[in-house]
């Protein structure tokens, strides 16, 4: 058994933070267990490559969730990054931070050092922003966060155009002063190539002597002495090995597998684990609870104008287009699939918006088995626009199913299971459809593909996005963080309430969920704890 002053358990957008800001200094050794293998692959490091990636069982864990009353009985697939770097090496990495309400929301429930002023700095550290630095952006940090206004398709712009028709205001930067309205998004890429987590942080980490990381290890279990954690027991190359904790153990496993490993170390529920025969070291019903998620739907137009449907569907244009990637690392695979979004409220009297748009200048209607068909799309000229709920009423959880590490956790989403989910997301479709009609879009719409234009009742409405909708691949909060150890798993500082020497940094520990995708969220909670590690160490 070897010895080290940290375990990082996860290698995904903030285990990879963690492990780096513990090792700068040299004087702390770091060990950081990854169930995945490496990073390096084509179709992971190629931006729109991550359609190859999505039902890839070498990279992805492949989660499915339970069937859902509230998706019509489907059963979600859940995809989440199994590699170096986690779930940023498979994302479509949109870099939005959240509302400013949020945070302060957050540190409102009890949980100082987290509102949005204490956590700006740590965002702005954070950063490489193309544009530079000013009073929200910084400049010279380790993820480069790429602008894409020149490279996006034409149809972006119209798409821009008929939202302002439709009242939202024309926003330059999401992460700016105000995150209301439409623009395009920013990225988290450099020179064509994906910026994760384990590129900017863990890469560079991997260098120092103090660092070591083991891939294809597998966690089984948190070893304690008493009430501390002193290790952990993992299974590699077929064997059971141990390794041992001078300081901390720190879970960064994400919101199914920390959760998860908790469970399976006699943490969590104690009725649940007393059924399947786990010693229950420290009863909390809150561990795998209160798990919250975004959830979306796409509707889709056929156009009279060609998209990149044109383009990355037939062999000449797949070629064009690899050469183009390949030779100067840009056009349409150097991007995210969504070019352009918003933010807009559904109610005027909402304090900040609670939808999410994505604007995409291709369609995926037509099904192909085995991967996401963003590299192989409609054979018309088709797109999308899409939307997501931002902060859904709706709970649910993950718990284990047997004290097997190998089995996967029976994930309940819940989804749209609150009349507030379902009101809001009734509004949300038909002011997507707003969009759609205004002039500046109109023009060039030969026909609504999905969900059909004999959709328009408020009934069929909510029937079809309970069958067509799903995640969007943001669960949090299910071990989430509050002073009250009756209501949370982790203190303010991360801690797991009860035990000692044992922490959480990842985004299970949101107390709600942001407004907009969490990559860049979870990358800054591994920037602030692990800069509360070393503050707590000394």
């Not at 922003?129 to 119209?158: F, I, M, Y």
Request: net charge neutral; proline share 7%.
């Amino acid at each position: 058994m070897q010895t080290y002053d940290f375990i990082v358990v996860g290698s995904g957008s903030a285990g990879s933070v963690v492990a780096e800001r513990l090792s700068a200094s040299g004087r702390h050794s770091v060990l950081v267990l990854e169930a995945g293998g490496t990073d390096r692959r084509f179709y992971v490091q190629m931006p729109l490559g991550y359609g190859k990636t999505f039902f890839d069982p070498a990279v992805n864990w492949n989660y499915k969730a339970e069937p859902d009353p509230g998706l019509a009985g489907n059963a979600d697939h859940w995809p989440r990054g199994k590699l170096l770097g986690g779930s940023s090496s498979i994302n479509a990495m949109v870099w939005i931070r959240g509302a400013r309400e949020d945070y302060d929301g957050w540190a409102a429930q009890g949980n100082p050092g987290w509102s949005y002023g204490d956590v700006l700095p740590a965002f702005k550290a954070i950063e490489d922003n193309q544009a530079g630095a000013d009073e929200w952006r910084g400049a010279g940090g380790p993820v480069h966060v790429t602008r894409c206004e020149n490279a996006v398709h034409p149809l972006s712009k119209l798409y821009l155009a008929a939202a302002q028709q439709a009242g939202l205001p024309l926003n330059p930067d999401f992460n700016g002063a105000s995150q209301e309205g439409v623009g395009i998004y920013q990225i988290n890429t450099r020179n064509g190539r994906r910026m994760s987590a384990a590129r900017a942080f863990l890469r560079p980490a991997m260098k120092r002597a103090n660092v070591r990381v083991e891939t294809r290890a597998l966690a089984t279990r948190i070893l304690f002495e008493g009430r501390r954690a002193v290790g952990v027991e993992y299974e590699r190359n077929g064997r059971i090995e141990q390794a041992r904790a001078g300081r901390e153990v720190i879970l960064s496993a994400g919101s199914i597998n920390t959760p998860q490993l908790l469970q399976l170390s006699g943490v969590g529920p104690g009725a649940l684990l007393q059924e399947l025969d786990i010693p229950v070291l420290h009863a909390n019903p809150n561990v795998g609870a209160n798990l919250q998620d975004h959830i979306g739907i796409n509707y889709t137009f056929k156009g009279r104008t060609a998209t990149l449907n044109q383009i990355l569907r037939p062999w000449w244009g797949k070629a064009l287009v690899g050469a183009q990637y390949l030779l100067l690392r840009s056009g349409p695979l150097s991007l995210s699939m969504n070019n352009a979004g918003g933010f807009f409220r559904t109610d005027p009297a909402l304090s900040r918006p609670n939808m999410q748009l994505y604007f995409q200048a291709f369609s995926t209607v037509l099904p192909r088995g085995g991967e996401r068909p963003i590299l192989s799309p409609d054979p018309w000229p088709g797109f999308s626009i899409g939307l997501s709920n931002c902060r859904p009423s709706s709970r649910g959880e993950i718990m284990i199913r047997s004290n097997d590490p190998r089995d996967y956790p029976k994930i309940t989403a819940n989804a749209l299971s609150t009349n507030s989910d379902v009101e809001e997301m009734l509004d949300a479709v038909k002011f997507v459809r707003r969009i759609a009609s205004m002039p500046a879009m109109a023009d060039t719409i030969v026909e609504e593909i999905l969900p059909g234009p004999s959709i328009t009742s408020d009934a069929d409405l909510i029937q079809d996005f309970r069958k067509r909708s799903g995640t969007v691949y943001h669960p949090v909060s299910t071990c989430r963080m509050g002073p009250d150890a009756a209501r949370a798993v982790v203190d303010t500082r991360l801690r797991v309430h009860g035990l000692e020497a044992l922490r959480v940094i990842d985004a299970s520990v949101f107390p709600e969920n942001i407004t907009g995708n969490t990559n860049a969220p979870t990358i800054m909670v591994g920037w602030k704890g692990a800069e509360m590690i070393l503050e707590d160490q000394g």
